[in-house]
């Protein structure tokens, strides 16, 4: 069946270490995003891609890189994570319709706890 | 980039009322406002949306209205039912991303 994963779905880890959230879909979408979803519900966007090589910065993006090597595949790494970064990680993909309508796909989140 | 604010944080109404939840957004060049409904423990999900050249669009009890002048949109949910219970998010598209409001916290007490 066509969806969105994501693994871990719970990380709990030391401050310091380096640490990738891996996302995979299988809907042959073009679009992928990275969101936070902090406590308070509020989604910050990470970063995004429209496809194989592109990768883009959204507002949170300064203490995380990301890659799409394939179009499927589009892994999330914190190089050392610290207790600011406990949080629910959320990714989606879409179509990448350019100016039309853009449904997001969300995976199930990895929620990820820094002690 | 662009900026969405949303009103109010949480809302509570009684069931069979109506519930109404309102966004702005800065980036005038922005053309596509979607809601997002997330129930607890689940996925966010697209509920309805509304592209620029559109004012108002409905689908059953749920409907979306878009001011571009004044640079915002809102969710109307009529004849409220427990299941309506989540958060609500708004979003509009600047550019190439997808923004997020703060989200609504909506309970329907029966």
């Known amino acids: 069946e066509a969806d969105i994963y994501q693994t871990p779905r719970y990380l709990v880890i030391g401050t310091g270490k380096k640490i990738t959230l891996e996302c995979s879909q299988t809907m042959g979408h073009d679009k992928m995003y990275w969101y936070q979803q902090d406590p308070g519900m509020e989604l910050h966007l990470i970063h995004y891609?429209?496809?194989?090589?592109?990768?883009e910065k959204g507002d949170l993006s300064s203490e995380s890189t990301v890659s799409r090597i394939r179009t499927e595949h589009f892994p999330l790494t914190l190089e050392s994570a610290r207790p600011s970064h406990t949080s629910q990680y959320l990714c989606?993909?879409?179509?990448?319709?350019?100016?039309?309508?853009?449904?997001?796909?969300f995976g199930s989140g990895t929620q990820l706890s820094v002690l | 980039g662009e900026n969405v604010e949303q009103h109010p944080s949480t809302l509570s109404v009684q069931e069979g009322d109506s519930a109404v939840i309102k966004c702005t957004y800065s980036d005038s060049a922005s053309n596509y406002f979607p809601w997002y409904k997330q129930e607890l423990g689940k996925r966010p999900q697209l509920i309805i949306d509304i592209r620029s050249n559109v004012g108002e669009k409905k689908d059953q009890r749920i409907a979306v209205t878009l001011n571009k002048t004044a640079k915002h949109f809102s969710l109307h949910i009529t004849e409220t039912q427990p299941e309506d219970s989540a958060v609500y998010f708004c979003a509009a598209r600047g550019g190439w991303d997808m923004r997020f409001g703060a989200g609504t916290r909506l309970t329907v007490k029966p």
């Open positions: 989606a993909s879409s179509e990448f319709g350019g100016r039309a309508n853009e449904k997001l796909f």
């Open positions: 891609s429209y496809g194989v090589n592109s990768t």
